[in-house]
């Protein structure tokens, strides 16, 4: 059923945005850890979606087979740290600092933190908003049959 793939593809997103805000609520937590298990400052982590395909062929098989397999959406790829130069911070008296009395410090931008939060924060809600549809269609399509 057409709808049962809808569901698939919004719920796909759904995990993916959760997955993002957890991701972005790490660099928050950690946007003054200035030492971590490797010896440097935390790096800011991003999160890359990429989407499930869904070609021509997957869905004519899929139809001809009828194969449930979930088909479209999004799915999280990879978490890549970010290349930014650590933020140094003159501070002598912190037991991080170097020679010069510096202290570098992550290089998490709260601001730009907070901005795709609130982005992830929307596609989230948009994504609730589709699967409200879906299932109002779906509980529609089932009256029909009474």
């Not at 010896?39 to 989407?51: A, N, S």
Request: proline content about 4%; cysteine-free.
């Amino acid at each position: 059923m057409a709808f049962l793939n809808s569901l698939n593809i919004v719920g796909s997103a759904l995990t993916a945005e959760r997955f993002r805000s957890n991701v972005i609520l790490q660099n928050f937590a950690n946007s003054q850890t200035t030492r971590t298990a490797n010896g440097e400052p935390y790096r800011r982590k991003q999160v890359i979606f990429q989407e499930r395909s869904m070609d021509f062929q997957q869905v004519l098989q899929g139809e001809i087979n009828k194969d449930a397999t979930p088909q479209g959406g999004v799915r999280v790829t990879n978490i890549v740290a970010s290349d930014k130069d650590f933020v140094p911070v003159y501070d002598p008296s912190h037991p991080d600092a170097n020679e010069e009395g510096y202290v570098m410090y992550p290089n998490v931008n709260t601001t730009e933190e907070m901005i795709d939060l609130m982005a992830a924060s929307r596609a989230y809600d948009a994504n609730i908003t589709a699967l409200s549809v879906v299932k109002s269609l779906a509980l529609k399509a089932l009256e029909i049959g009474k």
